[in-house]
């Protein structure tokens, strides 16, 4: 007998079952305490089913906050998705938008307007925090706990003086090309002295660097904004150790090479916890107070030197380097997401 005959069979019964007990005057509350024992039965399968179905959820969003892929992968399909709904609703004015529901009174607009000036005046208020900085501190041997209570959470940048073991430039060159995934990626953010933007290419920017002779002068500056380019990039950076485990993977790197040659200021924009780390030779970086802070805090000039960091929070700092180099200078740049 197969299994739908089985149940057939079993509903039949119950039912005659029931036929009988009503037929005898037997009360609800009896044939309940009499089926007690398979109702029990019933509804422990169902939580399991119910467990088993909550767990998986659990799993699931758990693998995609924690899987750098599997979230670059969901981030991909939801920006898909977004270009998707344009034609039936255009979200675009949306974007920027400090609320996504729209007021529809007066007094509900002069609540907005109010609200944003209360948020103007945080962040004014947060200019006292750099107001009185006279100096970037320099320390050695420094563990996460300290640098962030003394200085990220103050927003107070700070350069680590034994950050990570310098590379010489040839070493750090083989390094990276060593890895084809790498070189394979497409970089973004590219400026350089070797060629156009449109004719970019990690793989001929890092053969002209090694093959350039020492009169030629030359730089080039990118960023690994593909998930596989952040990946490949995580094998030649340093994590040091005041980089703290809890930490996520950074979610951007970049990658500054020169040599010889002196050019106007470079501004790169970046978000969240920064490290600039310098691998060999020397940069000079600007890091200039945000508005509305920039009249209080002004800008401090840093050379940074091989072996040293230079970690901060891009909440009150905008990051600029300048090129005055005679020898080779090899710079990495991390960004991690900081809530």
Known sequence: MDQQKIIESLNNEFEDFLKFCKGNSISEKDINR?????????????????????????????????VDFLEWSISAVGRILMIKLLPIYDWTNLYNANCL???????????????????????????????????????????FHYVEEQYLEKGH????TDSHSPIAFEALIHKI????????????DVESS???KRFANLDDFLRKARSANRNESW????????????????????????????????YSSWLLMSFGIEASEKTLFMEGLVAVMQMCGELEI???????????????????????ALVYLTDLWKFSYILNNRDHSSTVITET???
């Open 34 to 66: 009499i089926c007690s024992s398979l109702n029990y039965q019933l509804d422990l399968r169902q939580w399991k089913k119910v467990g088993l179905l909550a767990g998986l959820s659990f799993l699931c969003i758990w693998l995609c906050l924690n």
């Open 101 to 143: 529901v729209s007021y529809q009174t007066e007094d509900l607009q002069q609540v907005g307007a109010s609200s944003n000036e209360d948020s103007e005046e945080i962040n004014k208020r947060n200019c006292a925090l750099c107001e009185n900085l006279d100096y970037v501190d320099d320390i050695p041997d420094a563990t």
């Open 157 to 160: 940048p700070v350069i680590i």
């Open 177 to 188: 090309t060593s890895d084809e995934s790498y070189i394979e990626t497409d970089p973004c």
């Open 194 to 196: 070797f060629m156009l």
């Open 219 to 250: 730089f080039f500056h990118l960023r690994n904004c593909q998930f596989e380019g952040v990946k490949s990039s995580r094998k030649f950076i340093p994590k040091p150790q005041y980089y703290a485990t809890h930490l996520a993977p950074f």
């Open 286 to 308: 600007v890091l200039t107070a945000k508005n509305p802070c920039l009249d209080m805090c002004g800008q401090h000039r840093i050379i940074l030197n091989e072996g040293e």
């Open 337 to 339: 997401k900081w809530d």
